[in-house]
């Protein structure tokens, strides 16, 4: 499905081409930027711009298929990049992950959506609003749409932070069922990891190469890019660190609550023992037990059953074993 | 014993040859491009294709003995690699592995297979439907068998993950038993590993080596397969730490458990305690016990255990010990 | 806000400027090295700043919307490091992190904090009473800045490692609630981490670059800073493979201590059981039990009890059940 | 001790000289290649032998002091190799390690030995069966030991791979002792580790060296045995992580036993604490209780016992407590 | 403190300076190399050495600083060492680490002692009696030096392999207090290998350097020193995955013990719980039951008692649980 498909001179949006031949037109005429953006296009959809573009059948294959590791590949002039945007649900405090495939030629640039990645929208409309930007090329476009992808994972580091700080409270508050949720968060982490560590090996290489095409000013923002990604993959990584901690800990608690609950069974046993003593006491059959001819022998058998519990529960209290 | 022995001249298969010395003899000739392709060879039987066609001892000897590593070694004209292919079987949720042994040079490629590996004939049968593919020569031939061996990674992949999720299922599910799939589950992510992490490396070797014999094309070609392997041993890696969380989790659900149990054990010992005491009050001698001379004092005995136990019952199922 | 805003001058104050302006017109004049220091600017402030001394915009969006990790970055001329000072906190116990920005050019050098860095003010001082080192210009400003907030991580490893030694006194002294502390630790611990090992890798590029503006003098000193991050960031990471040692030594611990406990519940029980044996046996109605009739028959009995009670408790304590 | 001392000229054992000096004599006069094979040689022994064929002193206080790590260090024109031998012994499950020091000349190859190694006698038959291998001289006499200490090395794994799966069976089968044999595998598993690891990295240096004197037969010869090493390496790393995980296992399986356990005691004490009540109530002393005078009284009262805790059997059986 | 002062002509000791401007003076005169050693300086006392023979004021501080760790840095022409020896304290079973900075000229070599290393003054005492090694000149001090630091690290080793040993004998004979031990001997092991592993990477620099002043002789030293430590680091290394195992087991045996520990108390609750049951069947009120009449109807009882307990005990006994 083609997206939006346009073509910018100058750096503002000159032509919207009413079809994608128009916009090849348009590339082998050098008269502009061509920008086309597909969601799943099908393998026949796609097939025609690859063709038209010039775009390399391998990588073309894997822009098709989907369920890429990021990555970043020169395939002649063309470059191909595969990223994995992210996104915090508030409501089922879950991650979701998409992937965007990019091709970025002198020029055009084409960008292939698998999953919803609405950012790409929102760069179209911030470029298109800084045509000084736009002016620079194919190249511009790529690194703002990275810059886009990665600083959209900020908030999916901040929803994880709180997520672990929720289960902390959960933990330290005893809730045992804790289990679930810190296993289910590991996961995630686990999965972004997967997504953004190999971005941050790509975005290094493509910052130190001594390609000519990269101006010192793109080779900055790559930079600054760079040390974004590495920022998460840090915090991801110190996140991963805690979860395996919390693990443990939650290990020991259970541990601990055992502990608590033997304590708090064993006194009740103790406490509940002593009237049985008594009563079978008082149920042997001795001919001579002065107690049991005594006019309050009974009333007396039974205060001492209750103070002498009554005692072992204040002294038990006192332990902190109930 | 021989499985497929062909000539393509051109990219089309060109003669059967009734026997190896006519292949031999083609080969000799540069009359076209020769892949002989052996399953489970005798030392004896290889040795005559081994001196043929110049063949390395060592590499020789390690097709023949099998259970190498994966890996790619350059022996003068000839090219070794070692591929480890595995297969996801669904009726024992298990991963088998084989092994294949390829030998390239400038006119000829033999394949050595250990175990089963249909998936060879298939990227014979595909390469045959596409001449213009066969033509680029043995190497082209390379390239297509590790595809196929990394592609079918995926489907192995997959179905670890499937039973990672049905593993996670159990384990929250309450079954204690998952100790034992978890650990051979584990067993097969590491043997896994193992199979796919060195061919990494020896796939990012041969993608920057400075030899000429690479076309840029070929080499874009590996660093796809490479892109490919790395993605399978990222989620391998992910798949073990998963694991070994879940063997954390698992212990931790176990304790849990333990502690739901001692929890019901000791609300129940508490309610069965109590009648205990109460016909113990009652068995008691005292000459004046009021209760044992009332008409219904025998039912109210009765009706006061089976109250107060039940009145315990209740309490213990609102505070969730039962 | 703006801190302090002084132009040296053949390493002494030469003036106060009283406006942002005048110092900028120092600079332009090259009358001597600006120090710039603002804390928490907004982006207006900040922009006045940036565009007169020409800091790169990416390097001045991170400044002022700060969460960086420690870096150092070169933008034309203008170096840019994040610097994350670190100080412990005696009553919480806790590490707070603050962030300095710092961008340096020929004739000037600009500080941003985030958080109380009170460390900035002491270095000016320092400097000021040292004016030889004034003299070398923004880079030796610099580098005084790295090796103050490097020194002042030594206090913070030092509390640290006292929490550690508080915990593992906790912990053996068999206080089973150390595992919401020894958490809490591992968390700033990691969280230290994250601070302090990208600022060696940081500094070890610096150190090695190739680059003509460093003299040796500097390089040597850079060195010295290095060593001392290095030595940091050993010593958390021996922090924290001790507190994941302590996680599980507690855990054991506190199983230990489950052990000691059934014991000691059940020492208890059998010394109970057996006058409930007793009492049973006296209890039973034989027509024919002599202990009956006997006149001190009863007083036998109790003593039999509490005797036999006594020789379980004494061979329990001895056996250190008790 | 001298194990062997004898002259090669042309791949064949020249001359068996009767003592040492004669050796030194043929070495000098470069009349073949000199086989000195030495077992634990005290300092004195060694040091004739040493200081005639210019052995570095470093070296040779290594070679008699034995515990190195497994090395290959050039010192001028001889080439000093330590190697660490490994034989699983099939009686005591366990793995004996020894040690290889080898001294390479242009003239002359010491071996030194610590500990039983009787692979140096074969290695010496089969090379001298094989002339046109002898003939390369003292380099290939040192690539053929290590190929024999590294094939040596597959049984090892092999067995090391028997035990563990011997391990799995005994914890999956129960056995709560299995964790002493889990732990002392794993120690002889980091042995081996030990012994190994740093020899790939000492085999691939050496492969890639720059060095004329390395024939590029040699050179292969050399990559092949490093991907053995490999091979076994990685074998090993993959044993300890299957250790690790055991002993999670294992500890998962004892607290899932030790739940079985308390099932089972809980349900015999839930079946035991029936007859007890029920004798209770007929012990109590209420003057109007039927049951009592009826003539069947008992054996009611004895069949109601037996048949409550028939019920609560099944019950519990059916539950799988029992 | 000065320790000890001399100055050394082709070797030997030649004098003996009564103070150290003495000293500086035979050092500007060129008149041999001298051997200051200190213990532990004060600022001012260090100054006038480091001023008189130009010592960089930032290894000066670090130097009498001390906590430093194990590096090596070169200051123009001098070269900075720091060590960390490392003693094992046979009474404690502890390591005691001190530190030793050690500052390398042409004409001169200074020691700064932190702790007790008494070996030092056998490094000079050894080195006295070997003039050919002295007269290589104070680099070949500084081996000598290094090289007895790493010696000593063998017994420490050593003591801490018996440690483990120790140990592990504690674990399986079943003393839960176990964990204590391991603890601290993790906590020493890692302090041990912060000691040792930054010093294998400076002496793999210093024997890589391109350096023209280090001789082929002393680089060879330097690499035997360095396979040294390596060693040291590795079997380190092992001990802390050996500990790390222990931990895991040791905790496996608490669960175990304990589950044998319920198995007991729960055989001697199901024994105990005989007799009372039929002490409640002869204590009920039932008009009819025959043994209440027979004449040795009580010694039957106890009898029954008596017997069935016995029965349970032999079954328990062989099944294991007593």
Not at 199 to 221: F, M, N, T, V
């Amino acid at each position: 499905m083609i997206v939006d498909n346009a073509i910018y001179v100058d750096g503002r949006r000159a032509a919207e081409p009413s079809s994608l031949e128009e916009t090849y037109e348009a590339c082998r005429q050098r008269r502009g930027v061509a920008w086309i953006d597909l969601y799943k296009p099908t393998e026949k959809e796609f097939s025609s711009v690859a063709q038209e573009l010039g775009l390399h059948p391998l990588a073309v294959e894997d822009a098709i298929r989907a369920h890429q590791r990021p990555r970043l590949e020169r395939y002649g002039e063309t470059l191909f990049v595969v990223l994995i945007p992210a996104r915090y649900l508030d409501e089922s405090e879950t991650v979701e992950f998409s992937e965007v495939h990019v091709f970025v030629g002198e020029y055009f640039i084409v960008t292939v959506r698998h999953g919803e990645v609405s950012a790409l929208g929102e760069v179209r409309r911030r470029l298109e609003s800084e045509p000084e930007l736009l002016r620079r090329g194919p190249r511009a476009i790529l690194h703002a749409i990275m810059d886009r992808v990665v600083d959209a994972y900020g908030p999916v580091v901040e929803g994880l932070g709180t997520d672990i700080e929720e289960i902390e409270a959960e933990v330290f508050g005893g809730n045992a069922r804790a289990s679930r949720r810190i296993y289910e968060l590991s996961r995630e982490v686990v999965e972004f990891q997967r997504a953004t560590r190999p971005l941050a090996g790509a975005l290094e290489r493509l910052a130190e190469s001594h390609e000519h095409s990269i101006d010192p000013e793109a080779r900055k923002y790559i930079r600054d890019i760079h040390a974004h990604v590495l920022r998460v993959t840090e915090q991801i990584e110190s996140f991963r660190q805690m979860l395996s901690n919390v693990l443990i800990v939650n290990l020991t608690l259970v541990s601990v609550r055992q502990n608590d609950q033997t304590k708090k069974i064993s006194a009740w046993a103790a406490i509940l023992i002593v009237p049985t003593i008594i009563t079978g006491i008082y149920g042997m059959n001795f001919e001579r037990m002065p107690e049991l001819t005594w006019t309050f022998g009974y009333p007396f058998a039974l205060a001492l059953m209750v103070s002498i519990s009554l005692v072992l529960y204040v002294t038990f209290k006192r332990a902190e074993w109930l």
